[in-house]
Structures are given as C-alpha cells and as structure tokens.
C-alpha cells in the first residue's frame, strides 16, 4: 500500500527533471506540440548546438567555472577559521555572533544586494568577474560556519595542547593538525558552495548587467525567454549543460558529503 501511495509521487518529483533531459534531445517542434509528453520520436543534437554556440554557453561556462572554484575555495577559507576560531577559541560575544549568524538565515538574499553592490563598485570592480567573487563569497556563510564548528568542538583538546608542545602557534595548529582533520566536513561545504555558486543568478546578474560576455550559465538561461516566444529546446538543453557538472562533483565527494554531515550532527 505504501509503495502505491509512495510511486506517484515519486514520479511527480521526477518528471521535471526527466521532461527537461528528454525536450533537450528532440526537435524544438515536437517539444511545442508533445506537451507533457515524454516520449521522443525524434532525435537531434540542435538544442545543444543552439546553446554552445548560438547562445554563448562556451564563454558562460567558462565564466561559471572560474566564478565557482573561486568562491569555494574562499568559502572554506572563511568558514573553517571562522568554525575554528568559534569552536576552540575564548572569544568575548561568541554568543551574540552565534545568534546574528543564526539570524542572518532568515534574511533574503536580495536583502543585502544593494550595499554589497556600492562597496564593490567603490572599489571600481563592477561588471568583472572579481565582483561576482566577492558578492558569493564574502556573505556570512552561516551552514558551513556551523558545520566546521560543530566538527572542530568535537576534537579532544589534547590535540591542540600536543601541537602547542612540539612548538605550534594558533594558525600552524589550525592548518597543520585541524583542518586535515576536518576534510569530511570540507566536502560536504565544497559540495553546497559549488551548487550555490554554480546555479546563482541575482548576484551575477546585478553585477553583469553592463557586460553581458560575463554572465554565467543560471544567467545565460535567461536569454532563451524572448519578448514574445521561449525557446523550450534551448532552454532544456542549456538546462542539462548546466547540471551535468553539479552532478559529476556530488558523486565524486559523496561519501566525504554524508560523512560531514554525520560528524557535524554528533558534535
């Protein structure tokens, strides 16, 4: 009984993602008229031609992949000091920084747009990849800064003080005996980074609104909406180019992602 309750909706959730891969690889007029229909009677390769080419996906992929591997590697810069300093450090406030981060989830994105978008036009980054960097990056990254800390709390302090015996200062500590440490964890806030920045679109857009050649793939899908049509097959297609590489690093960082977040939790 719970399996026939359980198959429509599976297939409900599925069926999305299974009408994009499918409209992707048929005809552009047989998508228009198929309807929800999710068997192709013809099969063609245009769709992702249009996209690569046509639609500048070569360069916005390029833009996507440097825009993402910037700001996860920034991303676990900052949150695994941050966990650390909030996990083991005697820091005054820590409580209050803890609540304000906590808060900070409940904003909206959009909420904080407009400043971020002066500072970096003060500092003459605007309509560059440099601006996208900073904007995804440098907002508090409040789940990965609780994970590394979740993480960090649950190391035995003997390992800290036996760093400190053989001559290891605060960040030698950190870099040499923590972090290694924390590489489950490192994965699991590689893999939610890499999705964030990958599928972002308010920041890239606000900051490429001027220079269309660097927009990234979640903006370049946008401009399969025309004025008065949408261009389904473009679109599915371009869709798919986008989420090929989201899936390949989940699959690659897998075990490491479900044993971050198993860590986290126990700490």
């Known amino acids: 009984m719970t399996h026939l309750i359980m198959l429509p909706l599976v297939f409900l959730w599925f069926y999305p993602y299974a009408w994009s891969v499918v409209s992707s690889i048929r005809p552009q007029s047989e998508t228009i008229l198929g309807g929800a229909n999710l068997i192709p009677q013809e099969f063609t390769t245009e769709n992702f031609e249009r996209a690569w080419n046509q639609a500048q996906f070569d360069a916005y992929t390029l833009n996507t992949v440097i825009v993402t591997i910037s700001v996860v590697f920034l991303t676990i810069a900052i949150s695994s000091l941050a966990g650390y300093a909030l996990a083991r450090g005697r820091m005054p406030g820590k409580s209050i920084i803890l609540i304000a981060l906590v808060g900070s989830m409940f904003l909206p994105k959009g909420f904080t747009i407009i400043p971020v978008y002066l500072l970096i036009d003060a500092m003459g980054l605007n309509n560059s990849l440099m601006a996208i960097i900073l904007a995804e990056a440098g907002s508090a ?127």
Request: charge should be negative.
């Open 141 to 267: 990254h409040v789940m990965p800064i609780l994970l590394y800390m979740g993480f960090f709390a649950t190391i035995p302090a003997e390992m800290e003080e036996a760093a400190k015996v053989d001559g290891a200062g605060y960040f030698r500590t950190f870099w040499s005996v923590m972090f290694p440490m924390a590489m489950p964890v490192t994965a699991t806030v590689a893999i939610f980074s890499f999705i964030g920045a990958w599928n972002g679109f308010l920041t890239p857009l606000v900051f490429t609104l001027n220079a269309p050649e660097l927009r990234t793939l979640g903006v370049g899908i946008y401009a399969f909406f025309g004025e008065n049509t949408i261009d389904w097959g473009g679109l599915a297609a371009a869709a798919v180019i986008a989420v090929l590489p989201v899936i390949v690093v989940f699959l690659w960082l897998q075990k490491y992602f479900v044993d971050g977040i198993a860590g986290s939790i126990k700490g």
